[in-house]
């Protein structure tokens, strides 16, 4: 990894600086004007001067992409039609999660009351039957405004941020047809790798396994959820780089079993990666962790050097693109805060851990743990209002059975193709591996103070944090 100021880490930050920059403030077309003048700068012989101008053009492009995107984000024609009835062919874009009273999903109208709409809403349907993902239902639907904050939560502004500004509910629906597209190859991907990561498997055991390998932790039940969070192990039901990992890696040993080059392996690399954040969707951390997979077999086959925070920068830029409000998103905010302190601080903690006589691995795993909580602690205790003060201790316990769980559920998937009762076996290898995670989750998310939910509470972490920091070992003499 390097560190030097590149004009790749230059153009992306200053990409992401004005991304972010659109929503405190959108320009228009008069202010860039100025860009020709700093593209002029780009001339100057000064090295430094050049790199201020670089991101001054990617900033103020930045900028201006972003205030149209948020544009485009908040133009509603469904909001005049609050208080509605009508029919609608609606687009289901999400997997059902069940709620205590309603069945909610994503979705988008097409046509309301016989007018062409084509936009994104949160769909409302009573509890029981629920249309899959990627079904096109006709449906007779009421629009709703959403609800305004209630009980910490403002469901009309965090709706608003992901584009959406009505919920539509369905009081009667029926199966009309599929989405087809991207987003159909998406559906279909899914469903197939759903099916064939766990052949047999049922219950809590496969909810885990999707949870892990899809992102997905809607067959969770409630209690389980509320012990991963507890415990500080959330965030594995998240994908992660490790996940797209072994999904390349799993690309590159076919490649290799097959006798084919290297570069044709690169190539397959790039498809499988593509093939699986179409199946688990553009979550923050899939499309983060997408991007630097990507990148990685790229700088391969163009004999270049990987560059973590050149992947982790695009990466941000990518998202930001599509959405600047996505900056107030938790999933974002976690996820890329995780990945630099990986980068930045787990070394200097694994560094002060050296003296204590604990093998390596389990030094570096430590210092990544400690690293991560400590940098996403602020993100969750503004967004959530909670802390898991025993993550490292749950991590320690948990992390060496995930790369086990994930290269068992991709084996069994490939199997599953050649060979189904091979592959049920190994899923049901892989479902005792869950059972380990879950269990651990249980176990720690339901310690006394395994997480708080006060200030004060939170003042006493802060300063055992504090004295910890502060406490520096002997090194051992000679």
Same mark, same amino acid.
């Given at each position: 990894m390097t560190h030097r100021l590149a004009p790749a880490h230059v153009i992306a930050g200053g990409l992401c600086a004005g991304l972010a920059a659109a929503n405190v403030e959108r320009i228009g077309a008069p202010v860039l004007l100025a860009l020709p003048a700093a593209a002029a700068a780009l001339a100057l012989r000064e090295p430094t001067a050049r790199l201020v101008a670089l991101a001054l053009v990617a900033a103020l492009a930045g900028w201006w992409w972003g205030g149209m995107r948020l544009e485009a984000l908040d133009r509603s024609l469904l909001t005049a039609q609050i208080g509605r009835a009508g029919r609608a062919t609606i687009v289901v874009t999400s997997g059902p999660r069940t709620g205590r009273y309603d069945i909610r999903a994503n979705g988008v109208v097409r046509v309301f009351r016989g007018a062409e709409i084509g936009e994104p809403v949160e769909l409302e349907l009573p509890l029981g039957r629920a249309p899959p993902q990627g079904a096109i239902v006709d449906a007779l639907a009421v629009v709703k405004e959403p609800r305004g904050p209630s009980h910490g939560f403002d469901e009309r502004t965090w709706l608003r941020r992901h584009g959406i500004h009505v919920v539509v509910r369905l009081d009667e629906w029926r199966p009309v047809g599929r989405r087809?597209?991207?987003g159909g190859l998406g559906d279909r991907l899914r469903r197939g790798l759903a099916r064939a990561i766990a052949p047999g498997l049922a219950g809590e055991r496969r909810a885990v396994l999707e949870g892990i390998v899809l992102g997905?932790?809607?067959?969770?039940?409630?209690?389980?959820?509320?012990?991963?969070? @507890?415990?500080? =192990?959330?965030?594995?039901?998240?994908?992660?780089?490790?996940?797209? $990992? /072994?999904?390349? !890696?799993?690309?590159?040993?076919?490649?290799?079993?097959?006798?084919?080059?290297r570069v044709i392996g690169e190539l397959g690399a790039l498809a499988a990666i593509a093939a699986y954040v179409l199946a688990v969707g553009a979550q923050p951390s899939v499309i983060r962790a997408g991007v630097a997979g990507a990148l990685a077999?790229?700088?391969?086959?163009?004999?270049?050097?990987r560059?973590?925070?050149?992947?982790?920068?695009?990466?941000?830029?990518v998202l930001l693109a599509s959405n600047p409000y996505l900056v107030y998103d938790a999933g974002f905010q976690l996820s890329f805060a995780a990945v630099a302190a990986i980068f930045m601080l787990a070394p200097r903690l694994a560094a002060r851990l050296e003296p204590f006589p604990?093998?390596?691995?389990?030094?570096?795993?430590?210092?990544?743990?400690?690293?991560?909580?400590?940098?996403? @602690?602020?993100? =969750?205790?503004?967004?959530?209002?909670?802390?898991?003060?025993?993550? $490292? /201790?749950?991590? !320690?316990l948990v992390e060496p059975a995930m790369p086990l769980l994930l290269g068992l559920a991709f084996a069994t998937a490939g199997l599953d193709v050649v060979s189904p009762r091979s592959a049920a076996a190994l899923a049901w290898a892989d479902g005792w591996v869950a059972a380990y995670i879950a269990c651990w989750a249980r176990v720690v998310g339901r310690l006394p103070f395994a997480q708080i939910g006060s200030t004060r509470g939170l003042a006493a972490l802060v300063a055992i944090v504090l004295v910890a920091l502060s406490v520096r070992p002997r090194r051992p003499a000679g």
């Open positions: 087809g597209g991207l997905d932790d809607a067959a969770l039940s409630d209690g389980l959820r509320r012990d991963f969070r @507890a415990s500080g =192990l959330y965030h594995i039901l998240a994908v992660s780089g490790q996940n797209v $990992v /072994l999904v390349a !890696a799993g690309a590159l040993l076919a490649a290799w079993l097959l006798g084919v080059s077999s790229l700088a391969w086959l163009t004999g270049r050097m560059d973590a925070w050149q992947a982790l920068l695009l990466g941000a830029a604990l093998p390596r691995t389990l030094r570096i795993g430590i210092s990544i743990s400690l690293g991560c909580s400590l940098v996403t @602690a602020p993100v =969750l205790w503004l967004q959530f209002g909670y802390l898991p003060i025993l993550g $490292v /201790l749950a991590n !320690a």
